[in-house]
């Protein structure tokens, strides 16, 4: 499985676009990069998912480059309701569907 | 639909009594995932299982683990002879799997806190 590293924290503030990238150089070629969302005293939550250039939906936008090595989830205009631990996985490939969560980015949003 | 649940949702324990941790994945989810949430610290992966397929144990920390599953139905992780570095949060999850190579999404549910005394 690729091995992820992603920021272990990050601050901003209300209504500024943050940018939280992951790199996993050994990507293989069929994975897929997804993106979780943690509060307080709950599970993560799916937050995105994208092979390559760049996924958009209603919460976030995932780019992804062309040598696919790292991703930055980009999430617009955060509140402090966006104040969580962001994990990156990488996976999926060849029908092995174990996805490994790391230690994740936690970020605090500030008003 | 109904989503995960996980019972009970607390527990609390003497060291050195076994515990017995229950997962009921969403209905039709193929994959089940086990993790263990020490308070302040990512995910640990502990156990995974496909289908009919044998489970991946890799992540359980030691023999004192183990877990077990019926088909795609309900998941059962037992703890025996707690210790206090057990405390954590335990989250169980269930996917679909994949499909032609793409992950779904796993969807988790309200993890049960063992506090072991």
């Known amino acids: 499985l690729a091995k992820t590293t992603q920021p272990i924290s990050m601050d901003s503030y209300e209504g500024q676009e943050v940018n939280i990238t992951c790199s996993h150089n050994?990507?293989?070629?069929?994975?897929?990069i997804t993106w979780y969302q943690q509060f307080p005293s709950q599970g993560p939550r799916f937050i995105i998912q994208?092979?390559?250039t760049k996924v958009t939906n209603e919460v976030a936008s995932l780019f992804i480059p062309a040598d696919r090595k790292s991703s930055t989830l980009s999430l617009p205009r955060v509140s402090l309701s966006d104040t969580a631990v962001y994990y990156c996985?990488?996976?999926?490939?060849?029908?092995?569907?174990?996805?490994?969560f790391g230690a994740g980015t936690r970020l605090a949003v500030h008003p | 639909g109904a989503g995960v649940s996980q019972s009970p949702s607390n527990k609390v324990t003497e060291k050195g009594k076994d515990v017995e941790l229950r997962c009921d994945p969403i209905?039709?989810?193929?994959?089940l995932y086990w993790y263990r949430q020490r308070l302040g610290q990512g995910l640990e992966f502990l156990i995974y299982?496909?289908?009919?397929?044998?489970?991946?144990k890799s992540g359980l920390p030691s023999d004192r683990f183990s877990a077990e599953r019926t088909g795609e139905s309900v998941s059962t992780l037992t703890i025996q002879r707690t210790q206090q570095e057990d405390s954590a949060v335990y989250l169980c999850?269930?996917?679909?799997?994949?499909?032609?190579?793409?992950?779904?999404?796993?969807?988790f549910g309200p993890g049960t806190r063992l506090t072991v005394t």
């Open positions: 994208g092979y390559k």
């Open positions: 996985l990488v996976g999926g490939a060849g029908g092995y569907n174990k996805l490994i």
């Open positions: 299982f496909q289908g009919n397929s044998a489970p991946d």
């Open positions: 999850a269930s996917s679909l799997g994949t499909l032609a190579g793409v992950p779904y999404e796993q969807y």
């Open positions: 050994n990507i293989a070629t069929n994975d897929y």
């Open positions: 209905s039709g989810h193929t994959a």
